[in-house]
Structures are given as structure tokens and as C-alpha cells.
């Protein structure tokens, strides 16, 4: 089906393209019933990890109560986007609140190992 096709360039978009990473992330807040402050690209440049993958790098800091906190990482846990957190901090910050600081790597496909093919497929005859 279509909306399954759409899928792969969602978790795995052939372009840096840091507002979707931003719109993803944001879009998990807003699940998480939790708005931030602000939201930024990370100054840090991407990185290539083979030939056909490179990372993104990601910072995010959260300051909610301990269920909306752990709802954030549960929905980003979740995501078809692919997160991979590399150091979190969470500290309590008073009035039942948690300051979650967190580093992260999202991910792009190169444009270049992406090879399009069409083919033409026929059916057999059917023999009678």
C-alpha cells in the first residue's frame, strides 16, 4: 500500500533535511503532551558511517514531571525515525520535576547508494 511505501523515506530520509529531524522530534513532544522551550539544530556536523549511512547529530533537554520525562523517552523509543541516544542526563530539578539532558544520533541515507531500477514483469502463460 502507499502509506506502507511511505514509511522508509520517513525512518530513513535520503537528506540531511534537520527541520523533518526538528518536525520528528517535535512531533513526539507533542504526543508526549509536552511543548519545549525552544528547539534547535545542533551546531555539530554530520558524520558518515559507511557509504550509505551518515548521522546527525542531536541535543535535546526536557524539564517536565517524572511521567511526562519517561513518556518522551518511551515515545521516542517508539518512533519510526531512528534515535540513538548516546549520554543522557536526569536529574531532579525540584517540584517534582526531572531536567533531562540528552545527546543523540538520528540518521540519513546517502543519496548516492540509492540506485532506482525499473523491471517489466509478465505473466506466464497458462497451458491448456
Do not use: H
Amino acid at each position: 500500500s502507499c502509506s506502507a511505501l511511505r514509511i522508509i523515506p520517513d525512518a530513513l530520509p535520503s537528506t540531511k533535511n534537520e527541520e523533518a529531524l526538528l518536525a520528528s522530534l517535535n512531533k513526539i513532544f507533542i504526543l508526549s503532551d509536552w511543548t519545549p522551550d525552544s528547539l534547535s539544530p545542533s551546531n555539530s556536523s554530520s558524520t558518515s558511517t559507511d557509504d550509505s549511512l551518515s548521522q546527525i547529530p542531536v541535543s535535546f533537554s526536557v524539564e517536565a514531571d517524572s511521567a511526562k520525562t519517561m513518556g518522551i523517552l518511551s515515545n521516542i523509543e517508539r518512533s519510526i525515525r531512528e534515535f540513538n541516544i548516546k549520554r543522557a542526563t536526569i536529574e531532579w530539578s525540584g517540584n517534582y520535576s526531572l531536567t533531562l539532558q540528552a545527546q543523540a544520533t538520528a540518521y540519513f541515507m546517502n543519496p548516492s547508494s540509492i540506485v532506482e531500477s525499473t523491471t517489466t514483469l509478465s505473466a506466464e502463460e497458462k497451458s491448456q
